[in-house]
C-alpha cells in the first residue's frame, strides 16, 4: 500500500464523505477535530452495480488527544461518469470561490462523493443509564455492522433493537408499528421511529438498505432513548419536588393542631 505524509484539512475529509461527520473515538474527548497523516491510494475492489468501487484507506488523528480513527472509504467509476458515477461535490472553500467569480465559467466538480466503507474503533453514540441491557446489547451491534459496512446484519439488529424497545415497555411486538404507537416516548420520537423503513419490512430481505439510512436508524433510535430518559428523570425530579413540598405542608399542619391543642 502506497502512503502520502500530505496533512488533509478537516474541511476537504469531512465535505466530501457522505452522511458522515467525525468524532474523535475517545468518548472522554469528544473533540471534532482531526489531523490525517495517512492516506492510501485508490484500489480496484470489485464492481457494484455495473460500476466500478475503489477503496482507499485513512488515518485520522485526533489533535488533542492523539487518538487514531482507521477510516476506508469507497468512490466509483463508471464509462459514462468517470469518476462522478456517484456524485461529485464540492468542498466550501471552491464554492465561496465560485460565488466570488460568479458569471465566470467554472469547470463541474472535480471531487467524488466518498461513502464509509469501514470505521475501526465502531462509532459508539452516547445512550443514557438505565436502559435494558438487551436493548443497549443489541443496539450495539447495530452500531458495529453499520461501522464494519454489513447493511444486511446493521439492519436486523436495528429492527431487533426496536422490537426490544417494545417489549421492554410490556407491549406486544407482534406488529411493531402499531406497538410503536404505544411506547411512552414523546410523539415526535414515536413517529419517527414508526417511519423508519425497517420497521415496516417483514420482508427478512435487508440488503438493499443503503448504510446511509441505517447510520440515521440509529441515530432516531439513539435520540429517542436519551429523550425519554431525560423526560423520564425530570418527571422524578418534580414528583420528589411536589412530594417534599406535600411533606412540609402536612408537618405544618400537624405542628399547628398540636398548638392548638394545647
Known amino acids: 500500500m502506497n502512503s502520502t505524509t500530505t ?72 464509462d ?11 468542498t466550501s472553500a471552491e464554492r465561496r470561490t465560485m460565488s466570488i467569480a460568479a458569471g465566470i465559467s467554472v469547470p463541474k466538480p472535480k471531487h467524488p462523493v466518498e461513502y464509509i466503507a469501514f470505521l475501526e474503533p465502531a462509532e459508539e453514540r452516547d445512550l443514557p443509564k438505565g436502559v435494558n441491557k438487551l436493548v443497549i446489547s443489541s443496539f450495539r451491534e447495530a452500531e458495529f455492522a453499520v461501522s464494519k459496512n454489513k447493511p444486511i446484519s446493521a ?36 413517529d419517527a421511529i414508526g417511519n423508519l423503513k425497517i420497521v415496516g419490512d417483514d420482508s427478512m430481505h435487508y440488503e438493499s438498505y443503503g448504510m446511509a439510512e441505517l447510520r440515521a436508524a440509529l441515530e432516531v433510535l439513539a435520540l429517542a432513548l436519551n429523550e425519554h430518559a431525560r423526560r423520564s428523570e425530570n418527571i422524578e425530579k418534580l414528583k420528589k419536588a411536589v412530594g417534599t413540598k406535600q411533606s412540609e405542608k402536612g408537618k405544618a399542619a400537624t405542628a399547628a393542631q398540636k398548638q392548638s391543642a394545647e
Open 155 to 190: 439492519a436486523a439488529t436495528i429492527r431487533n433493537t426496536v422490537r426490544l424497545m417494545v417489549e421492554d415497555n410490556g407491549l406486544d411486538a407482534g406488529n411493531l408499528k402499531d406497538a410503536i404507537k404505544k411506547l411512552p416516548f414523546e410523539k415526535d420520537y414515536r
Open 80 to 90: 459514462k461518469n468517470g469518476w462522478g458515477a456517484r456524485g461529485h461535490k464540492w
Open 7 to 78: 496533512v488533509f484539512s478537516n474541511s476537504i475529509v469531512d465535505e466530501l464523505i457522505d452522511d458522515w461527520e467525525y468524532w474523535c473515538p475517545d468518548k472522554s474527548c469528544k473533540n471534532r477535530t482531526f489531523n490525517v497523516p495517512f492516506v492510501s491510494e485508490s484500489y480496484l475492489a470489485g464492481t457494484d452495480s455495473g460500476d466500478q468501487r475503489y477503496i482507499t484507506v485513512r488515518v485520522l488523528t485526533c489533535n488533542r488527544c492523539y487518538k487514531p480513527l482507521i477510516m476506508g472509504t469507497y468512490t466509483y467509476k463508471n
